[in-house]
C-alpha cells in the first residue's frame, strides 16, 4: 500500500498559478513511477503527466505542456504538480497516481489519492 495524499489545490484567476503536492506514506515512494490525472465535472477522468522514479523521464499531454511541470522530491517521499497560466478548463479535480510498472498515460496504476479541487475563475 503507498497512501497518497493531495494538497495545494484552491481558487485562482485565470492566467495564475498554483503547485500540487502530493504527499506518500512509506519508504517505497521512490520505487514508483508517479502521476497526476483530473476529473473535470461531467467528463471523464484524463492523463495530465507523468514522471518515472527518478525523475530522468516526464511525460505531458498536449493540452497542458508548456504550462504544466510535475517534479518529485525522493527524500521528502512528495509528488508536485506547478502549474502556470491556468485556464478555466483547467477546473477539475486533480488526483495523484502510483505505478510500478510504467503507466505513462494509461489508467494503469497501483494507488490514488482522494484528489483535490483546483478552480480557475475567468
Do not use: H
Not at 497526476?36 to 495530465?48: I, M, T
Not at 506547478?82 to 510504467?102: F, G, H, I, S
Request: proline residues 2%.
Amino acid at each position: 500500500q503507498v497512501p497518497l495524499v493531495e494538497s495545494g489545490g484552491g481558487l485562482v484567476q485565470a492566467g495564475g498559478s498554483l503547485r500540487l503536492s502530493c504527499a506518500a506514506s512509506g519508504r517505497s515512494f521512490s520505487t514508483y513511477n508517479m502521476g497526476w490525472f483530473r476529473r473535470a465535472p461531467g467528463k471523464e477522468r484524463e492523463f495530465v503527466a507523468t514522471i518515472s522514479r527518478t525523475a530522468g523521464s516526464t511525460y505531458y499531454a498536449d493540452s497542458v505542456k508548456g504550462r504544466f511541470t510535475i517534479t518529485r522530491d525522493n527524500v521528502k517521499n512528495t509528488l508536485y504538480l506547478q502549474m502556470n497560466n491556468l485556464k478555466p478548463e483547467d477546473t477539475a479535480v486533480y488526483y495523484c497516481a502510483a505505478a510500478r510498472l510504467w503507466a505513462g498515460s494509461s489508467s494503469n496504476y497501483d494507488y490514488w489519492g482522494q484528489g483535490s479541487q483546483v478552480t480557475v475563475s475567468s
